[in-house]
């Protein structure tokens, strides 16, 4: 299985300031179809997963503009550009290259 | 606008089964997968596997390939997923999740179903 690490685990942030994430694979997630086949998901306090980023950079319809994705094969990172209040919960990487698909740990963001 | 809308909370005893329901709107429902993803208490995202609702075709995780069954009723715009023999680290929340198909991912979760397994 393909084993996702995310850094780090906790994150403390303060509104208005830049805040970023880091998750790695244990195998590149760059298929021959061009994709790096990685996603970000936040799941906010008592809510679903939502989706925020997919193949590794394709912002997704709704997310605001200050939230972005970078990386290539096995390395890859989330950056929120100003953090706001709502962006509170956790973070998680997912590989969908190979079955099992397989999540990060989570980076739990959270308000100094 | 697209939602799942899962089953509702089960208590069940270890040795038993479990089938869950998610039922989709907003959306045509074929020309998609959907996938099964639970969550224990304070833990990361464990994916189960997933059923194309076109063909039927199920691709389970190796781990629970002997006690899951994913299916789907078309004409109800539904699909379920069945886990037996449960045991006590069974206990999680279960969501279900729309895919679109290569190569875009999961879109659109369900709301979750809370799953506890007790004697």
């Not at chain 1, 590149?28 to 994709?35: H, M, P, R």
């Amino acid at each position: 299985d393909i084993v996702m690490t995310q850094s780090p685990l906790s994150l403390p942030v303060t509104p208005g300031e830049p805040a970023s994430i880091s998750c790695r694979s244990s195998r590149s997630l760059l298929f021959s179809d061009g994709y790096n086949h990685l996603s970000w998901y936040l799941q906010k306090p008592g809510q679903s997963p939502q989706l925020l980023i997919y193949l590794g950079s394709h912002r997704a319809s709704g997310v605001p503009d200050r939230f972005s994705g970078s990386g290539s094969g096995t390395d890859f990172t989330l950056r929120i550009s100003r953090v706001e209040a709502e962006d509170v919960g956790v973070y998680y990487c997912m590989q969908a290259l190979q079955n099992p698909w397989t999540f990060g740990q989570g980076t739990k963001v959270e308000i100094k | 606008q697209v939602q799942l809308v899962q089953s509702g909370a089960e208590v069940k005893k270890p040795g038993a089964s479990v089938k869950i329901s998610c039922r989709g709107s907003g959306y045509s429902f074929t020309g998609y997968f959907i996938h099964w993803v639970r969550q224990a208490p304070g833990q990361s995202l464990e994916w189960l596997g997933h059923i194309n609702i076109d063909s039927g075709a199920t691709t389970y995780a190796q781990k629970f390939q002997d006690r899951v069954t994913m299916t789907r009723d078309t004409s109800i715009k539904t699909a379920y997923m069945e886990l037996a023999s449960l045991k006590s680290d069974d206990t999680a929340v279960y969501y279900c999740a729309r895919d679109p198909g290569d190569p875009t991912p999961i879109d659109y979760w369900g709301q979750g179903t809370q799953v506890t397994v007790s004697s």
